[in-house]
T-cell receptor, first 110, second 112 residues
C-alpha cells in the first residue's frame, strides 16, 4: 500500500516557469518533510511542516501542509536548472511509522 | 556544518556473508534511523533507534537485520546472511527530534 502518492511523477519544464508538486495520502500525518535527492546521494532535508494549514517559504520554494494534515504541496517559482532533482515528501503517520513518497523527478531545461 | 557520515561508500559481498554498515550520526542527535533504496525504487524505512533500543521497525527489518550503537558515536546496521535482494543503497539518518532527519550520503551494498 502506497501511503504517500506524489504527482506528477516526472516533470520537465523550461527555466523561469513555475511548478507545483503534490503529495497526497488518505492517512493523517503528524508531520511532513520535503527532501531533494541527487543520484547516488542521500535525501537532503528542505523543510518540515507540522501544523495543519502551515505555509513555509524557502527562497523560491513554498511548502504547504493541508488543513487535515493528509496532503502537502511544494511550489517552485521561476525554476532554475539548479532545481533539477528528485523531490520526495515523507512523514510520520499517527501510528508512528515513517514513509517516503513515490517521488517527483524534476528537470529544468535552460 | 555537521553531517551524518557513512562508511564504506560501496560494499561488495558474497551472498550468505555478513556485512556491517557504519554510520556516525550528528553528535548531539538522539534519534537514529536506517533506510534502504533499491535501485529505481523509493526509499524505505527500516528501523529507528532511540535511547539504546529499537523504537520502530518495518516489516523489512526481519531477524537477518540488527542495529547497534557500540559506542557514543557509531550506529551500525548488520545484515547476518546477505541475499541478492539486499543489494541497495542504505541510508543512515539522525535527528535531534522526531520531526527532522538528516541523511548520510549512503552505502551502496552489492551482493554477488
Amino acid at each position: 500500500t502506497q501511503l504517500l502518492e506524489q504527482s506528477p511523477q516526472f516533470l520537465s519544464i523550461q527555466e523561469g516557469e513555475n511548478l507545483t508538486v503534490y503529495c497526497n495520502s488518505s492517512s493523517v500525518f503528524s508531520s511532513l518533510q520535503w527532501y531533494r535527492q541527487e543520484p547516488g546521494e542521500g535525501p537532503v532535508l528542505l523543510v518540515t511542516v507540522v501544523t495543519g494549514g502551515e505555509v513555509k517559504k524557502l527562497k523560491r520554494l513554498t511548502f504547504q501542509f493541508g488543513d487535515a494534515r493528509k496532503d502537502s504541496s511544494l511550489h517552485i517559482t521561476a525554476a532554475q536548472p539548479g532545481d533539477t532533482g528528485l523531490y520526495l515528501c515523507a512523514g510520520w503517520d499517527t501510528g508512528n511509522q515513517f514513509y517516503f513518497g513515490t517521488g517527483t523527478s524534476l528537470t529544468v531545461i535552460p | 556544518e555537521p553531517e551524518v557520515t557513512q562508511t564504506p561508500s560501496h560494499q561488495v559481498t558474497q551472498m550468505g556473508q555478513e556485512v556491517i554498515l557504519r554510520c556516525v550520526p550528528i553528535s548531539n542527535h538522539l534519534y537514529f534511523y536506517w533506510y534502504r533504496q533499491i535501485l529505481g525504487q523509493k526509499v524505505e524505512f527500516l528501523v529507528s533507534f532511540y535511547n539504546n533500543e529499537i523504537s520502530e521497525k518495518s516489516e523489512i527489518f526481519d531477524d537477518q537485520f540488527s542495529v547497534e550503537r557500540p559506542d557514543g558515536s557509531n550506529f551500525t546496521l548488520k545484515i547476518r546472511s546477505t541475499k541478492l535482494e539486499d543489494s541497495a543503497m542504505y541510508f543512515c539518518a539522525s535527528s535531534p527530534t522526531t520531526y527532522i532527519q538528516y541523511f548520510g550520503a549512503g552505502t551502496r551494498l552489492s551482493v554477488l
